[in-house]
């Protein structure tokens, strides 16, 4: 919240009465002031087994958080996936409750929610409402709660269809006794509690005083009583719980917020439940990603139309600008970037280049051409300039910044460089999707461009950017008849202006298959991260499978870990119906700057997930990793016999990674090429 404490509590006072005070509000309960735990508004009982708690301490720094005596909030940690991140500053929108709270309970930013400050005003509820209202939309039957601390949580931000909603004055106390209370004798399928007093410890005290850290302690015990009660409902065993912890901005060393320090801008995500690995840590995991990871654990279908920024945590895939994490390196000509911090690399993923041959030589090193950065080594160049708005890119970025490599003194001419994507796919295809995040902000003379180049050929102008814009691009372009290969460019030219950020880049063939007899081709990257932890990643095709700590073999020399292939779709339309056979191979698993292992490492089972009516349709055979070979050498996926081979059918595989104890820390990717005869 922003200001002073007094300023912050708006109608705290007024709100303050001895019971409460149950309010007729479009079919919801809204209780005025503390509530007891014995004159609680009624709730409707529940009925789903999948049920979600999720927790909002106000004002947390997540460094506090770990420094501090929190043994209920880290032992949520441990058992699951904690994902710090840095929030957005002004101009994009100031670091204080309204916009916070706003962006975890609807899934999109302040460009969208249009809450810039505590007053609401401009507020875009009607278009993007909380997750609970979206729930009691897609399902009138669930029971919904909200307890507030902050007014404005159950008055503003969370909407009368929630079927409880009570502000307590600014009483945490309050707040978690009825929060366990609805707990332990009701049956709600989705409660929202929010914690106030940490907040008012640093508008009091500052985040680096003992007073603050008490509050963060007293937090945790609330925090504890609630997941006690929650714990113990007698249908706990039988119930599938989500619970979630977050904050919606820091508080500085003296005190305060609003602003674009670093200690300002903490925030984090804690996530436990089913299918999430315990102990995880994510950067690519967001305030946004919360309202979405509830309503998929609830059953709630996603729509696209609802302009979500967020996505369910176990949708979020790691692109493969993010496998440049590991090699990341500290500050060069920099001053303003703290020295430990590890954030740029100019080295590019497998695939990718930058053309920097029409750079000029000199300027600030971090910056000379497209480089690779977090948002961390990227936002501590220079504040207030909008870098900190840079919300829709996750963990790694590529970003061209004209205005930081001006910085020091460089050859004549202006900044030019070029970042070139791998050759995608098409061949067969008649469409293709591009999709990548694009944050261009302009202040001073500067072009963005991209193009496409079909099979190597001369580039072609799809998409200018020339004024500030921060977004999720979808472009649709015609493939060209025989073409093989689409590359991407981004072309970024400027005089001390400002930059453009891109990430998350893909581009999906679809359309008409091959009427012909040739085979067909595609490819899948495959990578896998081994940790220091021990901790494995597979990402199939930009599609990530995220998995728990792997186990040791009953030899206790080896480690294995598994996932699953992106499913490959075969549709056959040749009057002459021969038949078809899907094929497989994997090359060697190479490391970003060190030796890879062997492709054989690689199993997997094959499987029909879908065959069209009058099909004869049969998967491969199972290829053990580390056996034979594996699926370096080719293995056909599934076959359909002649005369039954017309039609669609889907195949997949379960994927299997079998390698030594003594495999080096790193990320490794692999190609496996998919063919259609």
Do not use: C
């Not at 929030?87 to 709270?101: C, D, E, H, R």
């Not at 609802?306 to 440049?324: H, N, R, T, V, Y």
């Not at 930081?404 to 001419?413: F, I, L, S, V, Y």
């Amino acid at each position: 919240m922003y200001g002073s404490t007094r300023a912050k509590r708006g109608l705290a006072a007024a709100a303050v009465v001895a019971v409460t005070v149950p309010l007729a509000l479009a079919g919801a309960a809204l209780a005025a002031g503390p509530a007891s735990a014995d004159g609680l508004p009624p709730l409707p009982g529940g009925t789903k087994k999948t049920k979600t708690l999720v927790i909002g301490i106000d004002g947390l720094r997540f460094d506090k958080l770990q420094s501090g005596d929190a043994p209920n909030l880290k032992a949520l940690m441990a058992g699951g996936v904690t994902a710090p991140s840095n929030l957005y500053a002004q101009p994009f929108a100031p670091t204080v409750s309204g916009p916070g709270w706003s962006s975890i309970a609807t899934g999109v930013w302040p460009d969208k929610h249009g809450v810039h400050d505590n007053s609401f005003a401009g507020s875009q509820y009607d278009k993007y409402p909380d997750f609970a209202t979206r729930l009691e939309t897609a399902q009138p039957a669930a029971s919904t709660l909200v307890v507030g601390a902050w007014e404005p949580i159950s008055t503003k931000i969370f909407s009368p269809k929630v079927d409880v909603r009570i502000p307590t004055g600014e009483n945490d106390d309050v707040a978690a006794d009825d929060t366990a209370q609805y707990l332990s004798t009701g049956n709600p399928d989705v409660a929202f509690l929010h914690l106030d007093a940490v907040d008012d410890a640093g508008h009091g005290k500052g985040g680096a005083s003992p007073e603050y850290a008490k509050a963060v302690q007293e937090a945790d015990t609330r925090v504890g009583k609630v997941l006690s009660a929650l714990r113990a409902r007698p249908t706990y065993a039988q119930e599938d719980w989500l619970i979630m912890v977050t904050a919606d901005h820091g508080h500085t060393d003296s005190g305060g917020h609003g602003g674009d320090s670093p200690q300002e801008r903490q925030t984090f995500v804690i996530a436990n439940g089913a299918g999430l690995p315990a102990g995880s840590v994510r950067y690519d995991v967001r305030l946004v990603d919360i309202a979405p990871t509830v309503l998929k654990h609830e059953g709630v279908r996603i729509d696209p139309a609802w302009g979500l920024d967020g996505q369910p945590i176990d949708e979020i895939k790691p692109d493969a600008f993010d496998s440049l994490r590991p090699i990341l390196s500290e500050r060069v000509d920099e001053t303003g970037i703290p020295a430990g911090i590890k954030g740029f690399t100019h080295t590019t993923p497998q695939g990718w280049s930058i053309d920097n041959s029409a750079m000029p030589a000199g300027g600030v090193t971090e910056w000379r051409g497209w480089s690779f950065a977090t948002d961390e080594f990227f936002t501590h160049t220079e504040s207030g300039q909008a870098r900190e708005g840079n919300v829709r890119s996750r963990n790694v970025f590529a970003v061209a910044d004209s205005d930081e490599w001006d910085d020091k003194a460089h050859a004549a001419g202006q900044f030019d460089s070029t970042l070139v994507s791998p050759a995608y796919p098409v061949e067969g295809k008649t469409k293709a999707e591009l999709s990548y995040v694009s944050d261009y902000q302009v202040d001073g003379p500067q072009t963005g461009d991209v193009y496409v180049s079909w099979d190597g050929g001369a580039a072609k102008l799809v998409k200018s950017y020339r004024t500030n814009t921060n977004q999720v691009e979808r472009l649709t372009l015609d493939v060209p008849a025989g073409a093989k290969t689409a590359q991407i460019r981004f072309r970024y030219t400027g005089t001390n202006s400002r930059f453009w950020a891109v990430d998350q880049v893909s581009l999906t063939a679809s359309g008409a298959g091959n009427p012909g007899g040739d085979p067909l081709s595609g490819t899948e990257v495959i990578t896998t991260t081994v940790k220091n932890s021990g901790a494995l990643t597979m990402t199939v095709n930009g599609g990530t499978v995220t998995l728990p700590s792997p186990e040791l073999t009953a030899s206790g020399d080896r480690l294995v870990t598994s996932g699953a292939l992106n499913t490959v779709q075969v549709t056959d339309l040749r009057a002459a119906d021969p038949g078809w056979n899907v094929s497989g191979q994997v090359t060697d698993f190479a490391a970003d700057g060190g030796a890879g292992f062997d492709g054989s490492a690689l199993g997997w089972t094959p499987k029909v997930v879908k065959a069209g009516d009058g099909q004869q349709v049969t998967a491969g055979q199972p290829v053990a990793p580390a056996t034979d070979g594996g699926v370096k050498t080719a293995r056909t996926l599934g076959q359909a016999v002649a005369g039954h081979g017309r039609g669609t059918a889907v195949l997949g595989a379960d994927l299997g990674l079998n390698l030594p104890t003594t495999t080096a820390p790193g990320t490794y990717s692999a190609t496996l090429t998919v063919t259609a005869i």
